[in-house]
């Protein structure tokens, strides 16, 4: 069996616990403790984030997109490929190590994404963002932590409160399209949704790609304007 190497570790801000970069062969992981946040074979439901929000709004003239949570740049890479040259990608990290690790040991996985001329990388909690700009985005991708009930910082949780989904709304354009990643269902998380505005979808999507393997959830949630229904 091919041994797992660990090649880096960062602290999460706020003293919240230690990521590992871990390598085994050609396959990278991200760990939490004992948790795997992500492994770069598994791209399949962060492919469809992207996907799925991004051709909603891809017809509009110069879209511009946030996306919380750079991690392996499943989303990022997946938002590329559906969006034109006018798109506008901003990202949101908050952890610098991620950052590194996205240009340095896993280049290759990475590719040229990071170096695109529509991308922006900043080096930033996500939420800020969200609350320094009004009518700023047309989508609003969620990627941050292990989806509305935290895992890896509990200032993440802020994110998908009542307040925190009203900023979001706030932050998109009419009509614009907040996509909120989750690795399993969240009853009280859709129903925070439809009262700060937002008309949803929840879509099931494989982790994998394939017809076996764990399944992960995609909110898909529509600002919800005056006249519409």
């Not at 908050?94 to 340095?104: C, E, I, K, Q």
């Not at 994110?159 to 907040?178: F, H, K, Q």
Request: charged letters at 25%; one cysteine or more; a positive charge.
């Amino acid at each position: 069996m091919i041994p797992r190497i660990l090649l880096d570790t960062a602290q999460i801000p706020g003293g919240e616990g230690e990521l590992r970069l871990m390598r085994r062969g050609a396959e990278f992981s991200i760990m939490l403790g004992n948790n795997e946040l992500m492994n770069s074979r598994l791209s399949g439901s962060e492919e469809a984030l992207a996907t799925l929000s991004c051709e909603r709004i891809r017809a509009r003239p110069q879209p511009r997109i946030l996306i919380g949570g750079l991690g392996m740049g499943f989303t990022l890479r997946a938002a590329l490929s559906v969006l034109d040259a006018q798109a506008r990608i901003v990202v949101a990290e908050l952890v610098p190590a991620v950052v590194a690790w996205a240009r340095g040991p896993m280049a290759e996985v990475f590719g040229d994404s990071l170096t695109d001329p529509r991308v922006r990388i900043e080096e930033a909690d996500v939420g800020r963002v969200i609350r320094s700009g009004r009518s700023a985005f047309d989508a609003i991708l969620l990627d941050v932590d292990n989806g509305p009930e935290g895992l890896t910082r509990e200032a993440n949780d802020s994110l998908y409160s009542i307040a925190g989904l009203t900023a979001a709304r706030d932050a998109l354009r009419p009509g614009g399209v907040l996509a909120v990643w989750s690795s399993g269902p969240d009853q009280n998380f859709s129903r925070r949704l439809g009262k700060a505005g937002f008309d949803m979808e929840e879509v099931k999507v494989r982790a994998n790609r394939a017809r076996a393997g764990s399944r992960h959830v995609i909110w898909l949630a529509t600002r919800r304007d005056a006249g519409s229904r």
